[in-house]
T-cell receptor, first 114, second 118 residues
């Protein structure tokens, strides 16, 4: 499968725990985006990388959130001290920089904070 | 600021009916892209169409058609002869055109849940 993959697909955690999600983009794609989708809403942009550089962060990305893309390939999104309000679907998308409007989405990681 | 409004939260139709999903957008950009995505219960976003703001021609793909009207900032989506498999949440989205350094983040509406009853 050469699409965008995300791991895990589902994560249940207790409030206060740290969680980390992984996204593997399409191999030749140099852009990687993270979005968050809460129940009944559309996806909202969190941050994006071009190669290993994180170029923009949304105000939604509080200081408990950190994202990395160390070698310009896969990316991780970590949430520290999770809160119930962090419960959402976390979507990853990748693209080429020159055609960044053509974003390919992964299946998402559904986080439930109890 | 960019914004996408999908005023219809839920629509329920009976199979074989035609249904139109509305999308109204706001942007200060003179060039932009508009999109429709489908999200079935599995959760994965499925790309349906992308439209450049320069191209106001309507498009038809099988049972799907899209009506882009720049004058009213609308990009509506019609499913003809709906089927149960069309049941999903449909999102309209907006993005800036890719100039150097542009984020090209997608701005999504809140979605319309379409339920097609047999």
């Amino acid at each position: 499968d050469t699409g965008v993959s995300q791991d895990p697909r589902h994560k249940i955690t207790k409030r206060g725990q740290n969680v980390t999600f992984r996204c593997d983009p399409i191999s030749e794609h140099n852009r990687l985006y993270w979005y968050r989708q809460t129940l009944g809403q559309g996806p909202e942009f969190l941050t994006y990388f071009q190669n290993e550089a994180q170029l923009e962060k949304s105000r939604l990305l509080s200081d408990r959130f950190s994202a990395e893309r160390p070698k310009g390939s896969f990316s991780t999104l970590e949430i520290q001290r999770t809160e119930q309000g962090d419960s959402a679907m976390y979507l990853c998308a990748s693209s080429l920089a020159r055609t960044a409007y053509e974003q390919y989405f992964g299946p998402g990681t559904r986080l439930t904070v109890t | 600021a960019q914004k996408v409004t999908q005023a219809q939260t839920e629509i329920s139709v009976v199979e074989k009916e035609d249904v139109t999903l509305d999308c109204v957008y706001e942007t200060r950009d003179t060039t932009y892209y508009l999109f429709w995505y489908k999200q079935p219960p599995s959760g994965e976003l499925v790309f349906l169409i992308r439209r450049n703001s320069f191209d106001e021609q309507n498009e038809i793909s099988g049972r799907y058609s899209w009506n882009f009207q720049k004058s009213t900032s609308s990009f509506n989506f019609t499913i003809t002869a709906s089927q149960v498999v069309d049941s999903a949440v449909y999102f309209c989205a907006l993005s800036a055109v890719n100039y150097g350094g542009a984020t090209n983040k997608l701005i999504f509406g809140t979605g319309t849940l379409l339920a097609v009853q047999p």
